[in-house]
């Protein structure tokens, strides 16, 4: 038999296959590779500034903006989008600092940890569900990256807003949008390779730069257009019981902004350094240490979060107003607010601090998200490199994000809608780690299929019931949001705080009933990071699992 050409070799899924680390506590390849394994020590390289410079970095991005204005599109004045948006970011950086600093202490991914409490097999629930975020918000943000590129090459070459357009009306984008899709695509695909550990550079980078672009939008805004005839002039347009409902669907927006972070912030967590170089808020405080030194590091992350994103929020904000009394228009889009402009140097340097920042919004939250995600389902063949690709192309192209960027009612609807599953698998990751099971965790455990954390067949019956509770009193309002042709009556109003209620009501469903039927297999008197001398007859694990993975019923027939 011949050989195999090299293109035939490399469509065998053998030439895909990856090697797995020796040290990992997986019971073979199949369930683990080097990158879903906990971080070893000299990967550890995230610092206390190096978050602190990813926070600064990731509050100024189109998002922010696009998120804090569109909340004047559909009625709300400045004095009341504020308010929504400071309260939803004090409650997302809590919500940060509890599940970030899971993984800042066992250096385990968001696939990993999520085991323990949903089960070993049904946690791949909530791992496809972050996929299939992933992949659209990686889309979404590819999109206003084109937006950027567009704007910079008008800037240099006006003759681009005149191309002639091929396209449909109803597609959402033009001909020379297409181009600028796939160049910025382009651009910010070498990115997509680089490891964890350095990808940190480029959140540097970007709060050093950015920041002073906004100030200088903010600046523009308030010369432009005074405050006392432009910002503080703007009323709302709505009243009574349609305001409340309408900020109330501000705030949950606010908390989609970053709900999906709020998931899975152990990816980034577990490259800590140390627990302290992430705010730790349950660590007890050593009297005979700097304690104020402590308590800076251990607020640090619940102070920025609001204020930062508040402000970068009234920056985004005021530049609207500003627009609708220049041009008459509810300009929520930043790039749409530039492309009304006559300076060609302005517009040129605003769309690359815009193209800067969602670059590293893009991959922090979104591919590398995806790339962890997607190494947890397929670790023979997939690591994070390999899982950042694939987001690249199925998310990049396999997806439509013009269609939900197409309005301001669309972007908000898209924004609270997955907070249906992201509250309550958030809620219940919380509250079994800190509450259930305070703190006392078995990491090699989450690595084996028949561990400790096998549950019932794979799955923690709890969590599931805590899902099925929480989920579907807001799935009328889900509908109502993508059809308003269906009438759903007062379960749309649901719908405008599916974050909040899912969060708490699958929290207390997920603790009543662990404390009501608790899993004593789970029950640990300390947590257990490495892996220790252990019985072979299973007794460890409460299961009938042997040392080595492998099932002692098993090894008897044998």
């Known amino acids: 038999m011949g050989r195999l050409s090299p293109l035939s070799q490399l469509v065998r899924p053998s030439a895909w296959k990856l090697e797995p680390e020796p040290s990992t506590f997986a019971p073979s390849s199949d369930w683990s590779n080097k990158d879903m394994d906990p971080v070893p020590l000299d990967k550890r390289t995230w610092t206390m500034f190096n978050y602190v410079a990813y926070w600064i970095s990731d509050t100024a991005n189109a998002a922010t903006w696009a998120l804090a204005s569109s909340m004047l599109a559909i009625g709300l004045s400045w004095r009341q989008a504020l308010p929504a948006i400071a309260l939803g970011n004090i409650i997302m950086g809590t919500i940060m600092v509890l599940n970030g600093t899971i993984g800042a202490r066992l250096h385990i991914a968001f696939?990993?940890?999520?085991?323990?409490?949903?089960?070993?097999?049904?946690?791949?629930?909530?791992?496809?569900?972050?996929?299939?975020l992933s992949l659209f918000?990686?889309?979404?943000?590819?999109f206003v990256g084109s937006e950027c590129v567009y704007q910079m090459l008008k800037a240099i070459w006006p003759s681009i807003a005149h191309l002639p357009n091929h396209l449909s009306p109803n597609a959402h984008i033009t001909t020379s949008g297409l181009i600028c899709y796939f160049l910025y695509w382009l651009i910010q695909f070498p990115f997509l390779l680089v490891s964890p550990q350095k990808i940190r550079w480029l959140f540097l980078a970007k709060a050093i730069i950015v920041p002073p672009t906004w100030l200088a939008l903010l600046i523009w805004a308030l010369v432009k257009v005074p405050p006392s005839s432009g910002l503080l002039s703007q009323k709302a347009v709505l009243s009574g019981?349609?305001?409340?409902?309408?900020?109330?669907?501000?705030?949950?927006?606010?908390?989609?902004?970053?709900?999906?972070l709020g998931v899975n912030i152990p990816d980034f967590t577990r490259y800590a350094k140390n627990e302290r170089a992430y705010a730790n808020i349950c660590a007890e405080v050593n009297p005979f240490n700097d304690t104020n030194?402590?308590?800076?590091?251990?607020?640090?992350?619940l102070i920025i979060l609001p204020v930062g994103f508040t402000l970068a929020s009234f920056v985004g904000i005021a530049a609207t107003s500003a627009g609708i009394a220049l041009y008459g228009q509810v300009l929520w889009d930043p790039l749409k607010l530039i492309d009304h402009?006559?300076?060609?140097?302005?517009?040129?340097?605003?769309?690359?601090?815009?193209?800067l920042g969602t670059l590293s919004t893009n991959i922090s939250a979104n591919s590398l998200s995806a790339g962890n995600d997607m190494t947890a389902l397929w670790p023979r063949y997939i690591n994070i490199r390999r899982g950042q690709v694939i987001c690249a192309f199925l998310g990049g192209w396999a997806l439509c994000p013009w269609e939900i960027l197409a309005s301001a009612t669309g972007f908000l609807s898209f924004m609270g809608g997955y907070t249906v599953f992201l509250g309550p698998i958030t809620g219940i990751m919380v509250t079994d780690y800190w509450l259930v099971h305070r703190t006392h965790v078995d990491v090699p455990s989450m690595y084996r299929p028949h561990g400790r954390y096998r549950y019932t067949y794979g799955a923690n019956w709890r969590a599931a019931a805590a899902m099925i509770v929480s989920v579907p009193l807001t799935l009328p309002g889900l509908i109502n949001?993508?059809?308003?042709?269906?009438?759903?009556?007062v379960g749309a109003r649901l719908f405008d705080i599916a974050y909040l209620l899912g969060f708490t009501l699958a929290s207390a469903v997920y603790f009543t009933l662990s404390r009501l039927f608790p899993?004593?297999?789970t029950m640990l008197d300390h947590a257990i990071l490495e892996q220790e001398t252990l019985p072979d007859d299973g007794s460890y694990y409460g299961s009938d699992e042997k040392k080595?993975?492998?099932r002692v019923d098993e090894a008897r027939a044998a």
């Open 341 to 355: 402009w006559d300076n060609r140097a302005a517009a040129f340097f605003a769309s690359f601090s815009f193209t």
């Open 548 to 550: 080595d993975g492998s």
């Open 481 to 489: 949001s993508i059809n308003t042709n269906i009438h759903v009556g």
């Open 293 to 301: 030194q402590h308590s800076r590091r251990q607020y640090i992350q």
């Open 137 to 142: 918000w990686f889309g979404i943000q590819t």
């Open 241 to 260: 019981s349609e305001l409340s409902w309408a900020w109330l669907g501000a705030l949950n927006s606010a908390l989609g902004n970053y709900a999906t």
């Open 111 to 132: 696939p990993i940890l999520n085991r323990s409490s949903f089960g070993f097999w049904l946690s791949y629930f909530s791992v496809i569900s972050r996929v299939v």
């Open 519 to 521: 899993a004593h297999e």
